[in-house]
């Protein structure tokens, strides 16, 4: 067992006790709620008649299945307009705050968590949603619930958890041009695989890691699930306090920041703490890393060879063919080439402000292939009214992206943004699941925001540290 | 186990799942995702009332809504209550919603090489057990059920074992899982409940919640 880890620490500050199924309850310090796991669980309080006991530690925001083109209402989705109806009253009745679509503060929850200055190192953290993980980049203990658990945070504030082992990921070195935070993470998943994180929480360390900004860090801890790790997370430091020093919340509370500020050096993994497992992953060496197949672990460097089904072990070689039977490519063949029809820059692993701007970076001066539908997705009304104050917009508009109002969108097409029969998709997303983006014969690469933009120009997968320069700008 | 037999109060009864009895089907395959046991489309309702008819959607049906080849269609599977899966199952988001679609599908129980850790956890949620056991075992058991539908398959949560084809073998069930089933603690709101005087000390002690 793991000693003197954050997580370690984290665990121990917010254990209440050991439950008689050998599980520990832990008080949970910010459950954050959205549309589309959160109604089954009122009405579980409500047929067992209990309050939710912390409304005041509960924040709700609609992300899932908020439109991202026409938002008035009623919503034309009939489904969508009952589920936002329904959490309005859940919030309402409870006095639980809700960041609506008037607010201006809107956004996908695992993006207006950090923004409203909420996600801090040292909480544990909750929502309804599997990329929960993503709050671990603060260094809180961030996961995933199901609805049942949903209720039991909402009638207890607190939840009952396994604990779990801790293995140390270091990356090392730095990242090249063009190599972003999405490709540690998509080389960590492809080589421990999609289930080697079971029973384990990610500690990402090592200078590659420590050199992102808190957008990258959220990158990567946001997919631990991917790699079945439940939790992620990054010791907090400077990067950290500078971020969190920044947020209206914290601006508002000067105080409170130097006041907590011991607490969050103390929760660091100490120097000597002791890991069940260490792993090292050389950061100077990677490229930008592309998915072949239809899960996360099936992804390949942009000049590698997609992998022969023989060539992996035996228990990913059925997979692996299925995966290449359906998004129809060749072992041998690099992915670069592979055309696309639709470019998705969005969601909760790579919508945030800096991802925005490094793809308007490439796409400034270009413009769209002509086959090729693209539409960006801020994260949050935030990062859309600062990406369009700087003059992001323009840069995509010009270019012939869609912009569009926040929300989880085309990452799993439960609004009206989906793929359409067999299209390809170059995406910024999280998953590349058979029937992800709305259509089950949809094919689904994904990738960092500067590739996303590449195969937007190109109509195709393109490297893009190999792009032309532009000299007409 | 549906939630109307357990409307009504607070003191909600919770069964004991010592042992489920009943047919198997296989499901056959590797890392198969939520996104596939409850495509999300079918996620946009505000109950999990008839998820059942939804489970395994897309690999049931094609476009125009005619059935595919699937176990889930086939007849001689239609009474199954044991699922019998291969290597992490359930992986992907974090939906009830997928063990809720196969529950009120009418499985009981899944037997598997391993499962994804949230799915495992909502699983045993709803108290359905997810039994473990060697690559080989499930084979077998897989191809048992595909050529004895009929056939009684029981899994003794409590004893950790596996019957079937008049043969016992060992299996594997998370000791928690195992504790909370066997003594009916798995809907764990009541029990957390009541330790509120301890949850309210843990909470006293978070300087972030002090001021």
């Known amino acids: 067992m793991s000693r003197g880890t954050l997580y370690d620490k984290v665990w121990d500050r917010h254990k209440v006790t050991t439950l008689p199924n050998g599980a520990d309850q832990l008080f949970v310090g910010l459950h954050l709620i959205h549309e ?61 705050e809700f960041l609506d679509p008037t607010s201006g503060e809107q956004g996908i929850v695992h993006v207006v968590g950090p923004e409203q200055g909420l996600t801090q190192p040292g909480k544990t953290i909750v929502c309804g949603d599997s990329h929960t993980s993503t709050h671990g980049a603060f260094g809180a203990l961030a996961f995933g619930i199901g609805t049942s658990q ?97 947020t209206d919340y914290f601006q508002d509370n000067p105080d409170e920041f130097e006041a907590l500020r011991p607490y969050w050096e103390s929760i660091r993994s100490d120097a000597d703490a002791e890991y069940d497992d260490v792993v090292t992953v050389d950061g100077d060496a990677l490229e930008p890393v592309v998915t072949w197949g239809t899960t996360p672990g099936q992804g390949v460097g942009i000049t590698d060879p997609i992998p022969a089904p023989e060539d992996l072990p035996a228990d990913k070689q059925d997979t692996a063919r299925r995966a290449q039977e359906h998004m129809r490519v060749e072992p041998g063949d690099t992915m670069a080439g592979y055309p696309i029809d639709v470019a998705f820059l969005g969601s909760c692993t790579n919508a945030r402000l800096p991802d925005l701007r490094r793809a308007a970076g490439i796409i400034e001066g270009r413009e769209v292939h002509e086959d090729v539908r693209a539409l960006v997705v801020p994260g949050s009304q935030r990062v859309q009214h600062a990406a369009e104050a700087e003059g992001l917009r323009d840069v995509f508009e010009a270019a012939g992206f869609d912009w569009r109002n926040a929300g989880c969108s085309m990452c799993l097409g439960m609004n009206e943004d989906q793929l359409e029969g067999d299209e390809a998709c170059a995406s910024s997303s999280n998953r590349n699941f058979v029937g992800r983006q709305g259509s089950k014969d949809g094919r689904t690469v994904l990738m960092n925001p500067q590739m996303v933009a590449a195969a937007a120009v190109e109509g195709a997968v393109t490297d893009v540290r190999e792009l032309e320069e532009v000299v007409s700008v | 186990m549906s939630g109307e037999e357990r409307a009504g109060s607070e003191e909600v009864e919770i069964p004991d799942v010592t042992e489920v009895s009943g047919t198997g089907i296989p499901i056959r395959g590797n890392d198969i ?159 957390m409940k009541s330790n509120r005087e301890v949850i309210d000390e843990t909470a006293a002690g978070l300087p972030y919640l002090e001021g």
């Open chain 1, 150 to 246: 949903i209720r039991d945070v909402l009638a207890t504030q607190t939840v009952a958890m396994d604990k779990q082992d801790v293995r140390k990921i270091e990356v090392t070195g730095d990242l090249g041009e063009g190599v972003e935070a999405k490709d540690v993470i998509l080389e960590i998943i492809r080589r421990l695989g999609t289930e080697g994180g079971v029973g384990y929480v990610y500690e990402y360390a090592g200078e590659a890691v420590e050199n992102l900004g808190m957008e990258g860090r959220m990158s990567i801890c946001n997919m631990s699930i991917e790699g079945g790790a439940r939790a992620g997370y990054v010791n907090p430091d400077e990067t950290t306090y500078a971020w969190l020093a920044d």
């Open chain 2, 33 to 191: 995702d939520t996104d596939q046991i409850i495509p999300a489309r079918f996620m946009k309702v505000v109950t999990f009332d008839g998820l059942g008819e939804f489970a395994f959607f897309d690999q049931r049906f094609d476009e125009d809504d005619r059935e595919k080849d699937h176990p889930m269609n086939e007849a001689r599977f239609q009474d199954a209550s044991i699922m019998v899966v291969n290597n992490n199952f359930g992986c992907g988001s974090s939906r009830e919603h997928a063990p809720q679609a196969l529950m009120r599908w009418g499985i009981d129980a899944l037997v598997g090489e391993s499962f994804a850790e949230i799915f495992a956890g909502n699983c045993l949620a709803l108290g359905i057990p997810t039994v473990t056991a060697d690559h080989e075992t499930v084979n077998e058991l897989q191809q048992f059920v595909e050529d004895h539908p009929d056939a009684e398959v029981h899994v003794d949560v409590a004893a950790e074992t596996l019957a079937f084809d008049g043969r016992e073998i060992g299996v594997t069930v998370d000791e928690g899982q195992r504790k909370a089933l066997v003594d009916g603690i798995w809907d764990t709101t009541a029990l």
């Open chain 1, 36 to 96: 589309v796991t959160s109604p089954q669980a009122f009405g579980m309080l409500r047929e067992r008649d209990i309050e939710v006991a912390r409304p005041d530690l509960t924040l709700a925001t609609v992300d899932h299945i908020v439109p991202t083109a026409d938002q008035s209402r009623p919503y034309g989705d009939d489904a969508a307009e009952e589920m936002m109806s329904e959490l309005e009253a859940n919030v309402r009745d409870a006095g639980i």
